[in-house]
């Protein structure tokens, strides 16, 4: 039995590949201190298994690892490392089911459009495996996200290359002026507890519950706001003619994976829009192949292949890009255009890479171009314009001198949009949407035209009170100032900033630097200060959290992967995120066909080295504290060796850096003094590991350039990908003697 345990998640893509050969690395350190690693699988495949049951044979069936995380991060003792994982968007989630259904699991087809009841149950319960289904459910607490000593330090001594900005860069956000979710959102903090259901009320007559009852508390603060699609699709016409006139590229930037209901209609707004012509002439066959512009391009030309009519609607689409502003590029090489997927624009990362790049997208050539950047909603196109503004003003940032911004992010039991993926209609028919309590009383309503995105949001109060008292402890414990993005023009913010306010008085705030500011206003602050090589942090809401952890970490550092990101629990325990996962298909295609996995674990290894120490501080481990110390030590002698992958085929790869980091941290484990039996141990292994490092090398360097075939991209087999991932005999024969 052993004393104490780490939740290591199995997810997706590049991560999941990059576990399979670190975990038994990992493994075989944690016995030592009698830590067993149990490790929960919550990949998109995984998922969509636990959702059917009884589709499945009883040898196929698997529990669901997701809800079973969930309870635990609820319970002191829960000490979970939590991986990136896809946040599906309905093409990645038809493709998992495919290769599902392939594999011999019975599990259903997708039903975009449900023709029944039974269709109807399909697709809610495919609901729950869609876009941010993960994040919800374990974070039972707000996040403190912040760059690392090392890592800060190595980025000064190594800064990334950054993009030129001029000063006539044509590079600008374009987003509504009205009828958006900003403009129409309304807001109230609910007085005493209650249930509330959201009904459609048709200007027919009609009435249809949306939402049956669900608890509401005091304290909680409710919205509901409505993005008009008549709307949208004018503004987004306008961008298309803006883009033209000024001859730069257009792009779209949304978050199609995470907001699961809204983003997805908004980009097929931008397709349907753009393609007006094409969506127009072939109205009936594409309702006869069931192809939504919501899903793209690439879902288009998958569903009119063989079709008779094939050519000429390819040669109808050339002819609209051909006629429209050119279009921004997710890879120039391949063809696929900004249009083609919708989990391909994740305004996080795309807008990040943007600004880094001196406000440059790629054109069809392969060519650097300003872009018109569509992002219609205003509640955080303003900030991103804020960014474009200030870098034309004052030219881009120097990674060696800025200062550093990490967040604290209130997202804690499903605060704000994220949470919002269940209360998030597209209307059926004119008419109003109502938020009602069990008496029949209005708490808002909005009204709304057919094809209108209404979502209403929740955020409850305890969330908001240990976000503020987190925001204090860490502006206290970094010696930093904090600002609250928080806009007064919104009318959610109006209403968290009324509690910010009550609960900083809470604290003992003196002698610090906390701020309350509009969005646009905060940035250009937290810039200035950067730019001085100041620290500010940024204390920020849901989906602010999500996109500032993005932008700030990769112009500091290059990437945002390799971020600290620390979960504190409500309830007590701790989950470690190890960063973002977006780059992560375009590493799982480099590593299929060529065998090198550029895949950075660096944020892994900082999570394990937290996840030990919350361990050895919580449950008395003290030979965890001891891997977690001698963990430290490695991590800063990776980095200052630049043992991280490198970027092209016969270099480093992320075996290679594994490899490393286990020699490092066996090095400083036989090195210290505070447990003999583990310098013991351990001695040997660090031996054996650099006597044989030219071998292990040589073997790791050896299996590439080739081909893989891991028997699936959503659900690979195993033992092959166990294979393919630690091709050192040498190195294997080591770890597993431990």
């Avoid at 205003?378 to 034309?392: E, H």
């Avoid at 059926?428 to 029949?440: F, M, Q, R, S, W």
């Amino acid at each position: 039995m052993f004393k104490s345990k780490i939740y290591y998640t199995l997810t997706d893509e590049a991560p999941m590949l990059a576990t399979h050969s670190l975990l038994p690395i990992i493994k075989a350190f944690a016995k030592s201190a009698d830590i067993e690693i149990t490790v929960p699988d919550i990949s998109l495949a995984g998922r969509i298994l636990a959702n059917f049951p009884e589709a499945l044979k009883e040898e196929q069936r698997v529990p669901d690892y997701l809800g079973e995380l969930g309870e635990l991060a609820k319970k002191p003792e829960a000490n979970i490392i939590k991986l990136p994982n896809i946040s599906a968007s309905v093409p990645q989630l038809d493709a998992a089911i495919a290769e599902l259904q392939k594999h011999g699991y019975a599990v259903p087809s997708y039903p975009l459009e449900p023709k029944n009841e039974d269709e109807e149950n399909i697709k809610k319960r495919y609901a729950k495996v869609l876009g941010s289904a993960v994040n919800p459910v374990l974070r039972e607490g707000n996040s403190d996200r912040r760059a690392p000593k090392a890592v800060k330090n190595y980025a000064k001594t190594n800064p990334h290359r950054m993009g030129d900005w001029a000063k006539d860069s044509k590079t600008d956000v374009a987003y509504m002026k009205d009828k958006d979710f900003y403009g129409t959102e309304t807001s109230t903090t609910v007085a005493d507890d209650c249930r509330f259901r959201i009904v459609f009320f048709g200007n027919d007559g009609s009435e249809k519950v949306l939402k049956d009852f669900a608890p509401l508390k005091a304290g909680e603060v409710i919205d509901s706001s409505v993005m008009n699609l008549k709307a949208l699709k004018q503004f987004v016409q306008e961008a298309i003619d803006e883009a033209k006139r000024r001859g730069v590229l257009l792009s779209a930037h949304l978050k199609a994976t995470m907001m699961k209901v809204s983003d997805p209609i908004m980009f097929g707004a931008i397709v349907e829009t753009f393609f007006k012509d094409v969506f127009a002439k072939y109205s009936d066959l594409f309702k006869q192949l069931d192809i939504s512009p919501k899903n793209g391009l690439q879902d288009l030309y998958d569903k009119i292949k063989g079709q008779p009519l094939e050519s000429e609607i390819k040669a109808d689409i050339e002819k609209a890009l051909a006629e429209g502003p050119r279009v921004a590029m997710v890879n120039s090489d391949k063809g696929i255009t900004n249009f083609h997927v919708p989990s391909d624009i994740i305004v996080d990362a795309s807008m990040a890479a943007l600004v880094r790049g001196g406000g440059k997208m790629w054109n069809k050539e392969g060519k650097e171009e300003d872009t018109l950047a569509i992002i219609p909603d205003r509640s955080y196109a303003g900030f991103y314009q804020a960014v474009i503004d200030d870098m034309k003003q004052h030219g881009k940032l120097n990674p060696s001198t800025m200062g550093s911004v990490p967040n604290v992010g209130l997202m804690a039991q499903k605060a704000e949009e994220y949470g919002s993926h269940n209360k998030t209609f597209q209307a059926t028919a004119d008419g109003v949407i109502k938020v009602l309590n069990e008496k029949g009383e209005v708490l808002l309503e909005q009204k709304v035209e057919k094809e209108d995105i209404f979502r209403m949001c929740q955020t409850k109060d305890a969330p908001i009170q240990d976000w503020v008292k987190l925001a204090v402890n860490r502006s206290r414990l970094s010696d930093t100032p904090a600002i609250f993005w928080l806009d007064k023009g919104r009318a959610h913010d109006r209403e968290i900033i009324k509690k910010v306010e009550k609960y900083l008085k809470d604290h003992d705030t003196s002698g610090l630097d906390i701020r309350i500011m509009d969005v646009r206003d905060a940035m250009l602050e937290t810039l200035k200060r950067a730019r001085e090589g100041k620290d500010t942090i940024s204390v920020s809401g849901n989906v602010l959290r999500d996109y500032l952890t993005d932008l700030f970490p990769i112009l500091e550092l290059g990437t945002s992967a390799k971020m600290l990101s620390i979960v504190p629990l409500m309830n007590g325990g701790g989950l470690f995120e190890t960063g973002a996962g977006g780059s992560a298909p375009k590493h799982v295609e480099q590593f299929l066909g060529e065998g090198y996995l550029r895949w950075d674990s660096l944020g892994e290894f900082l999570a394990l080295q937290a996840s030990l120490e919350y361990l050895s501080q919580s449950q008395g481990n003290a030979a965890a504290q001891v891997l977690a110390d001698a963990l430290d030590e490695a991590n800063a002698k990776f980095l200052t060796n630049d043992k991280s992958p490198a970027r092209k085929l016969g270099d480093i790869d992320n075996r290679g850096s594994h490899f490393y980091l286990a020699m490092y941290w066996a090095e400083a484990l036989a090195n210290q003094t505070k447990d003999s039996a583990i310098a013991e141990k351990f001695a040997p292994v660090a031996k054996a590991m650099k006597e044989n490092e030219a071998k292990i090398n040589e073997e790791l360097i050896g299996a590439q350039g080739k081909a893989q075939d891991i028997g699936g991209y959503y659900q690979p087999n195993r033992d092959e990908t166990y294979t393919a991932m630690r091709p050192s005999k040498t190195l294997n024969s080591i770890i597993d003697k431990i």
